[in-house]
């Protein structure tokens, strides 16, 4: 649709707009600190709920991108303005669940917590105390309900993902994958490299919201003994 450079605000992140079918947009930015940023700006518009936002249903943020969901009804050329007009607002180092935390508590027993020390020439130790070490910040859900990417840990533990992907990761296994952290809310193939288990329950549909890890949320892992 068109390149988006905000001018009443310098500070916010730059953007493109484009459609997606008749229904939805696709925000596309430079990253996850501008999707998250961009995701605080337009959230409380769709909350409201008052003119065109009103058609909208949902915010979906992931790595680069945000879509806006809305209605086969909607005006998509008058929610592009919107959209834009409240992107303008959005300003780096924001996000959604900005000042909330999360402590995880991790029994750091993972079968891969010594392949993942071999890799990042870190010691099991250091492996562990550079995930607790450092707060991750949730940036988008994943593959499943319940599952977030982190990210923002210590640079030190980006690993590559496993050659051989698992066809069993049992339900609370905490990974390492890229830049990521994350934990499998329920059993799951994967090909995360475990360096852990916890037994907080990631997912419960009676919960408000039902995930836990919301974007913007910040994450504290926290060793606990085995």
């Not at 475990?194 to 549909?205: C, F, H, N, S």
Request: charged fraction near 20%; hydrophobic fraction near 45%.
């Amino acid at each position: 649709m068109t390149d988006v450079t905000p001018a009443a605000a310098a500070a916010a992140p730059p953007l493109r707009l484009l459609p997606m079918g008749d229904a939805a947009l696709l925000l596309e930015t430079d990253g996850i600190d501008a999707v998250l940023a961009i995701d605080a700006a337009l959230a409380p518009h769709a909350e409201a709920g008052e003119g065109v936002w009103a058609e909208v249903d949902d915010l979906v943020p992931a790595a680069r991108t945000l879509l806006v969901v809305a209605r086969p009804t909607t005006d998509l050329a008058a929610l592009g303005k919107a959209v834009v007009a409240a992107a303008a607002g959005a300003r780096l180092g924001q996000g959604p669940g900005e000042g909330r935390v999360v402590e995880i508590p991790v029994r750091y027993d993972g079968p891969d917590l010594a392949d993942v020390a071999e890799l990042t020439g870190l010691s099991p130790a250091e492996v562990v105390a550079a995930h607790t070490g450092t707060p991750w910040r949730v940036g988008f859900g994943g593959f499943a309900p319940g599952f977030a990417y982190l990210v923002g840990g210590d640079p030190r533990l980006e690993v590559a993902r496993r050659a051989d992907p698992r066809t069993k990761v049992p339900a609370g296994s905490v990974g390492l994958a890229g830049t990521f952290s994350g934990v499998y809310p329920r059993e799951s193939p994967g090909g995360w490299q475990l360096i852990g288990t916890t037994e907080v329950v990631l997912w419960d549909a009676e919960r408000r919201p039902p995930a836990l890890l919301t974007p913007g949320s910040t994450v504290r892992f926290v060793e606990v003994a085995g």
